[in-house]
């Protein structure tokens, strides 16, 4: 009897039962809280998604068509990926004949439109990548948009020949 008494009070008050019991409250409050979310999610689509992975640890490039289909423009405002320690949105400028990358903070997809992240113009960089990741595999990247809407978007990796 004592000792039933004694190892029950014990699992009451091991630290790893109240940590697990306090992370499963605050999913499921955070799942509570974005659920309204899910109408506006819906009006944004991400389509042909890819990487130009690139050998050496080299930075990769990421292309997607991102579209919207509700009355208001959405900006893409943060990028993170599970894959890459490092993920950013880059604008390819020309200066004349010289042409250079600047890092921008948002890009706008129009109301009942479409944002390209193409070559030449947008592209996500993606940097040190957290394993080894090589043309066939798919990558995932989170895109996260001004509304609170969140795309998480499977790319297809491609060699540094695809166009
Ligand atoms: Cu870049």
């Known amino acids: 009897m004592t000792m039933k ?5 014990v699992t009451a008050t ?8 306090t992370i499963g409250c605050a999913l499921a409050c955070t799942f509570a809280a974005f659920a309204p979310a899910a109408h506006a999610a819906d009006a944004l689509t991400a389509q042909n ?3 130009r992975w690139l050998p050496n640890d080299l930075p990769a490039a990421g292309y997607v068509t991102l579209k919207n289909d509700s009355d208001k423009p959405v900006d893409l405002v943060n990028v993170t990926s599970d894959d890459y320690g490092m ?4 604008q390819t400028v020309s200066n004349g004949s010289t042409q250079k990358m600047v890092m921008v903070h948002n890009a706008t997809v129009p109301a009942h ?17 957290k394993h080894k990741i090589a043309p066939g595999d798919t990558v995932h990247v989170k895109l996260q948009f001004s509304d609170g809407a969140t795309l998480d978007t499977p790319f297809a ?3 540094p020949s695809q166009q």
């Open 5 to 9: 008494m004694k190892s029950r009070s």
């Open 113 to 129: 439109g479409t944002l390209s992240i193409a070559p030449g113009g947008y592209h996500l960089m993606l940097e040190h990548a």
């Open 157 to 159: 990796v491609k060699p």
């Open 87 to 90: 993920v950013m949105l880059h």
């Open 14 to 21: 091991n630290p790893m039962t109240r940590w697990s019991a």
């Open 49 to 51: 998604a890819w990487v």
